[in-house]
C-alpha cells in the first residue's frame, strides 16, 4: 500500500502499484489502446491504479478480491478484465481458494451464471500461471 498523502503523483503511485501486480500492464495498454484513444494507458494507471488501489484503508489483496467479486457480479462481459484482475489478487497475495470463495459468493447477487463464467475464467488463469508462490506476497 502507498500512502496517498505522500509527495508521489497519482501517476506515480498507480504506476508503483501497476508494477508490483503486473510489470507489463502499461506497455500492453498502451500499445493496445494509445494509438486509437491516446494517453489511455496512462489515464488508467493513473485512475484506477493510482487513484483507487493506492489507497489507504484497504490492503491491495482486498481491493483485488473485491474487484474480482464486482466483476464476477456483473457478468460474462467482464471476462477479460476478470481474468487479468483474478491474476493481480494472487500476484497480491490471494489463494486460488480466496479467488474461487469470493467468485462464489457473487452467486448470491450476480446469479449462478455469473458464478460460473467467474469460476471458469478463474480456473483459465490458475491453469495459465500455474502454482502461486504467495510467501513472498
Known sequence: MIATNDKSSALQRGRT??????????????????QHLPDFAE?????????HYAREGLDLKTRQLATVAALT??????????????????????????????IYQMAVYGGMPAAINGINAALAVFEEHGPVDVSSA
Open 17 to 34: 502499484v501497476a508494477a508490483n501486480l503486473n510489470p507489463e500492464l502499461e506497455n500492453v495498454l498502451r500499445e493496445r489502446y494509445d
Open 43 to 51: 489515464t488508467l494507471i493513473e485512475y484506477a491504479y493510482g487513484r
Open 73 to 102: 457480479a456483473l457478468g460474462g462481459q467482464t471476462g477479460p478484465q476478470l481474468k487479468i484482475n483474478i491474476a493481480h489478487a494472487l500476484a497480491a497475495g490471494a489463494t486460488e481458494k480466496e479467488v474461487l470463495e469470493v
